[in-house]
């Protein structure tokens, strides 16, 4: 079981828009031992390699490899969560012992329920916005079963962001919106 956190902050946000980017950005100002990065789709990616002979390795990074897996991980995930909403949320929460949690890849309202039943006003919404055009330089190409779908999709409306996190490359722009991010995460401390 995880220490009771002071903060949970649930990044979600359409790919390349990045989540993993900002996260990483707001990791290193308040450090590891303060901040931890949690990612929904490491204990998938684990699962899924292990029941298909894959390289999990393989699978976390920003490869080929992981894009030829997506849609059929993105089905396996799902009917994992059908029978069991909570089954990665969980995974993701064994041991942390940091007080600020980023989960930096939820994807569906079942996620954010999960988190908000079990950890109640400790939860705060973050989304992290990219126009199309900053995600194309970005190597985003359109995906039709993945762009259009749950997993891209199932944050756009349905539950209300506390913070927007615009991230289209204008690095005095970011850091000004982390600089409130930050203060809020502080007074939370
Ligand atoms: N503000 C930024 N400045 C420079 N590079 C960025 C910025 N935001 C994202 N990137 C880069 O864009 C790519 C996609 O970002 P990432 O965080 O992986 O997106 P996501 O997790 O939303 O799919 C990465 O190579 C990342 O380093
Ligand atoms: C099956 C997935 O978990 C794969 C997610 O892999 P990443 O989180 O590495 O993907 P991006 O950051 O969008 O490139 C998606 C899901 O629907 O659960």
Known sequence: MAQTPKLILLFSGKRKSGKDFVAEEIQSQLGPDVCTILRLSEPLKEQYAKEHGLDFQRLLDSS??????????????????????????????????????????????????WFQDVYGDLVKVVRVVATEETRKRRAWVFVMGIDDAESECGLDQGVPYDWVITNDGDQLSLDAQLEKLLQFIHSKL
Do not use: L, N
């Open 64 to 113: 080929s490899y992981k894009e030829t897996y997506r849609q059929d991980m993105i089905r396996w995930g799902e009917e994992r969560r059908q029978t069991d909403p909570g089954f990665f949320c969980r995974i993701v929460v064994e041991g942390v012992t940091q007080p600020i949690w980023i989960v930096s890849d939820t994807r569906r309202i079942s996620d954010v329920e």
